[in-house]
């Protein structure tokens, strides 16, 4: 049984930082790409990063380029995303998933934690 877990949401004043975690177990984590994405309230779902099976590449959006970073360890299965600089318009649910890096199509996702950024 394919099972996700995001720790590390909350809620954080414009300018600061928080780190999300996604631990994951029931498949390969190292056979796939793991990315994270995001809902903002009342939008539809959106790509934030990605990165390959290795952690040698990886991809952002353009909205979170310079701010975020993306991280893996297949040692003990968990994927990171390293957040500063947060931004009201980053507050959201964000999801972990495991996938395809090149083509974006993803397997496998988290249920996700809230992000919330306000003053």
């Known amino acids: 049984q394919v099972q996700f877990q995001e720790f590390g949401g909350g809620s954080v004043q414009p300018g600061g930082s928080l780190k999300l975690s996604c631990t994951t177990s029931?498949?390969?984590?190292?056979?796939?790409?793991m990315a994270w994405f995001r809902q903002p309230p009342g939008k539809e779902r959106e790509f934030v990063g990605a990165?390959?099976?290795?952690?040698?590449?990886?991809d952002y959006a353009d909205s979170v380029k310079g701010r975020f970073t993306i991280s893996r360890n297949n040692d003990v299965n968990t994927l990171y995303l390293q957040m500063n600089n947060l931004k009201p318009e980053d507050t959201a649910v964000y999801y972990c998933?495991?996938?395809?890096?090149?083509?974006?199509?993803?397997?496998?996702w988290g249920q996700g934690t809230q992000v919330t950024v306000s003053s």
């Open positions: 998933a495991a996938g395809h890096f090149y083509t974006r199509e993803y397997d496998y």
């Open positions: 029931g498949y390969t984590f190292s056979a796939y790409a």
């Open positions: 990165i390959t099976w290795l952690g040698d590449s990886t």
